[in-house]
């Protein structure tokens, strides 16, 4: 029900551009028999705005994948760096959180591992929204961060690196099954900062999928048995993603290919010193206003990302 609200509501859309592009029509033939400009004038009027209208829609042709309607799990972790990079991936993660809330979309966190000192060693969020995968997958990659250190007594620049990952959110009537003979459970005590409970009880788990090796670990304020489900829900859309490498043979087919969280390896620069610039190494998009994207305001580059994409198709 849905996916069939979600096609109706593009469908008529499109029938409505067109009923709106016939109805500009027949007025500009009325103003040109009639010789009234203030008919031409409102022509043009509603022709700016549709043609607006038109370039969304047009845009939206771009979710034409898979599994681009289905909410992503975002995953950020530290890379090289140290507290540097557990601090910035703090950062990434509010960013990706603040861009949901400004779209008014809906987010969960999935898992949540506080650094010892400060920021986070890993995070997973659910964002669904509208072409939610869609929209984040292009995300995926190793992400640098250059500033003046906040945690270095002599305030030296800092290089960071955080690597995010992208995965569709699995549909419930998914065709893969996981074996329960497959799974080896671990339970365990989470680590860093959390409430009175986190550190207390074994609530954090361990899941590893023996015949693949792929292992989820989830620690969250939650119950054993929540983490566990959420573990499940990873690594369920883990094995689809595997799976969807081996049909069509790639082995970036939605996760991309595995890198190492490090230098060189970046597919996007925040530079905080000693200038300001946000550069997508893909589609060339930049930005000196990096505030406003480290706080979610990240829709102009996400959309040249994925225009990016379809000029110049992998695979």
């Known amino acids: 029900?849905?996916?069939?609200?979600?096609?109706?509501?593009?469908?008529?859309?499109?029938?409505g551009a067109e009923q709106q592009a016939a109805s500009i029509s027949?007025?500009?033939?009325?103003?040109?028999?009639?010789?009234?400009?203030?008919?031409a004038a409102q022509c043009a009027q509603d022709l700016a705005a549709l043609t607006a209208r038109?370039?969304?829609?047009?845009?939206?042709?771009?979710?034409?994948?898979?599994?681009?309607?289905?909410?992503?799990?975002?995953?950020?972790?530290q890379g090289a760096g140290g507290v540097?990079?557990?601090?910035?991936?703090?950062?990434?993660?509010?960013?990706?959180?603040?861009?949901?809330?400004?779209?008014?979309?809906?987010?969960?966190?999935?898992?949540?591992?506080?650094g010892e000192e400060?920021?986070?060693?890993?995070a997973t969020v659910k964002i669904d929204g509208e072409y939610a995968y869609g929209y984040t997958r292009g995300e995926r990659g190793v992400h640098r961060l250059v500033r003046l250190s906040p945690f270095d007594g002599d305030h030296l620049?800092?290089?960071?690196?955080?690597?995010?990952?992208?995965?569709?959110e699995p549909d419930e009537q998914s065709e893969v099954s996981i074996h329960p003979d497959d799974i080896k459970f671990e339970a365990f005590r989470a680590g860093g900062h959390g409430g009175q409970n986190v550190q207390k009880v074994s609530t954090a788990?361990?899941?590893?999928?023996?015949?693949?090796?792929?292992?989820?670990?989830?620690?969250?304020?939650?119950?054993?048995?929540?983490?566990?489900?959420?573990?499940?829900?990873?690594?369920?859309a883990r094995l689809i993603d595997l799976e969807?490498?081996?049909?069509?043979?790639?082995?970036?087919?939605?996760?991309?290919?595995?890198?190492?969280?490090?230098?060189?390896?970046?597919?996007?620069?925040?530079?905080?010193?000693?200038?300001?610039?946000?550069?997508?190494?893909?589609?060339?998009y930049e930005t000196s206003n990096t505030g406003a994207v480290l706080d979610g305001d990240i829709d102009d580059m996400l959309k040249a990302g994925l225009r990016a994409q379809v000029s110049s198709p992998v695979g």
Request: proline share 2%; hydrophobic share 40%; with cysteine.
């Open 54 to 77: 038109f370039a969304e829609l047009e845009f939206d042709l771009q979710f034409s994948g898979e599994h681009d309607r289905r909410p992503a799990l975002v995953s950020i972790k």
């Open 244 to 284: 969807a490498q081996k049909r069509a043979d790639e082995r970036t087919k939605l996760k991309g290919e595995h890198v190492s969280a490090g230098f060189g390896r970046q597919v996007r620069n925040y530079v905080l010193h000693p200038y300001h610039l946000v550069k997508d190494t893909r589609s060339g």
């Open 205 to 236: 788990v361990r899941i590893t999928h023996i015949p693949t090796g792929i292992v989820v670990a989830v620690q969250n304020e939650r119950s054993q048995g929540q983490n566990r489900d959420v573990a499940m829900r990873i690594l369920k």
């Open 84 to 114: 540097e990079a557990q601090d910035w991936a703090e950062m990434l993660f509010r960013m990706y959180c603040r861009w949901a809330e400004r779209r008014g979309w809906k987010y969960e966190v999935l898992d949540y591992s506080a």
């Open 1 to 15: 029900m849905r996916e069939l609200a979600s096609l109706k509501s593009h469908v008529e859309a499109w029938r």
């Open 26 to 39: 027949e007025l500009l033939e009325l103003s040109i028999a009639e010789s009234d400009d203030s008919i």
């Open 118 to 122: 400060a920021g986070i060693k890993a």
């Open 157 to 168: 620049r800092h290089t960071s690196f955080a690597l995010v990952e992208v995965l569709p």
